[in-house]
């Protein structure tokens, strides 16, 4: 069954999840308010390493601006894994979504 859900019209692959068992973020409360600026306009590693970035993240615990998980790097995640950081969110153009990493579900 696909539900739709507020942030994502219908047929975005996150309505494809089954909605209906919502997890919680155990993390979300902890983030810094305001957000963190983002440190880069771009994904650095895709930079250094002359990869191009598919999409961007940016990281809601220190600002750092990762690639997806669709880019040659999965920058993102990797800064995930290293710091231990939680939660991103989208750093696309008209994109407001947030996931936690962690709890594996959209804040």
């Known amino acids: 069954m696909i539900l739709a859900h507020p942030r994502?019209?219908?047929g975005h692959p996150h309505t494809?999840?089954?909605?209906?068992?919502?997890k919680q973020c155990?993390?979300?409360?902890a983030l810094p308010h305001p957000e963190p600026?983002?440190?880069?306009?771009?994904?650095p590693e895709c930079l250094r390493d002359g990869?191009?970035?598919?999409?961007l993240r940016l990281c809601l615990?220190?600002?750092?601006?990762?690639?997806?998980?669709?880019?040659?790097?999965r920058h993102a995640t990797q800064h995930h894994e290293?710091?231990?950081?939680?939660?991103?969110r989208s750093?696309?153009?008209?994109?407001?979504?947030?996931?936690?990493?962690v709890d594996h579900v959209l804040v």
């Open 91 to 101: 750093f696309e153009p008209g994109e407001e979504w947030r996931w936690c990493f």
């Open 37 to 43: 600026d983002p440190r880069d306009a771009t994904c």
């Open 8 to 10: 994502f019209p219908r």
């Open 82 to 88: 290293a710091s231990g950081h939680p939660v991103m």
């Open 16 to 22: 494809r999840r089954n909605l209906a068992i919502m």
């Open 61 to 73: 615990t220190c600002g750092h601006v990762g690639c997806c998980d669709s880019s040659p790097g």
């Open 51 to 55: 990869t191009h970035p598919i999409q």
């Open 26 to 29: 155990t993390h979300a409360e």
